[in-house]
């Protein structure tokens, strides 16, 4: 891990679905430990195990229910369906003090997903932060990557958007960017999550309108 971030325990809650599953693979394949949240620990351990078999049994993967998961990592990682974000947030509140939690939900409200539909409180993320309190710094990230890429090995075409409650929270959030073996850009506050968010509609959309599975951007014109 030369030029990755130190070694971390990362929870990733929801990680039995498709992109905490891809998320996870490619931050223990870095060499961090990882901690699968489930509702049900049972199916985390299942994922856990699937995991550690595609890394050849070189990887430090458990699986565990949300909150124990929340509670004994240094970063928390939030991939569950829109529907699932408040329940399981407050299910979790009380293990995330004085952590990271990095959201990575999208608000969809099917069937229109390829419509862009924020809630109320502007975005998922600022949902979360106004559900966390000032006690947990909230980062947003991988919004836009599909998870079809995540559990490949290929260079993956999209960027990542990271925003946040403080520059710190982005920096570290940024270090779990490169550890995934993606590109990541510092796109400041929490406040602008709900471009990044809004943005997956639009990308679900072009695939639809243009026959693709993984559409994604990229920032150019820097350096
Ligand atoms: N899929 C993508 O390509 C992609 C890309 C970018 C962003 N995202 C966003 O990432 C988040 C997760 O997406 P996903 O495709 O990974 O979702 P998913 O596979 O449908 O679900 C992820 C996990 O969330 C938990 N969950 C599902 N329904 C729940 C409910 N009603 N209450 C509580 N927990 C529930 C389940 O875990 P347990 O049953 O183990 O508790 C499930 O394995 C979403 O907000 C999505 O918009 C997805």
Redesign the pocket.
Known sequence: MSDSSPRKIIAVL????????GLAYRWAKAGHQILI????PE??QG?AADLTGLLGGKAAIRGTS?SEAARRADIVVL???????R??LESVSSDLAGKILVD?????VPPKVAKVQMPPAGS?AQEAREILGEGVQVTSA???????HLLGNEAIECDVLVTGTSKEARAETLGLVRDAGLVGWDAGPIENSVVVEGM?SILIGINREYGGSRAGIRITGIG
Not at 79 to 85: F, G, K, L, R, S
């Open positions: 929801g990680g039995t679905g498709k992109e905490g599953r949240g489930s509702r049900t199916k985390a994922a949300n991939t569950v369906p829109y529907a699932a974000h329940a399981t990575v939900t999208v608000p969809l998922a991988f919004q836009n990557i599909s998870h079809e997956t």
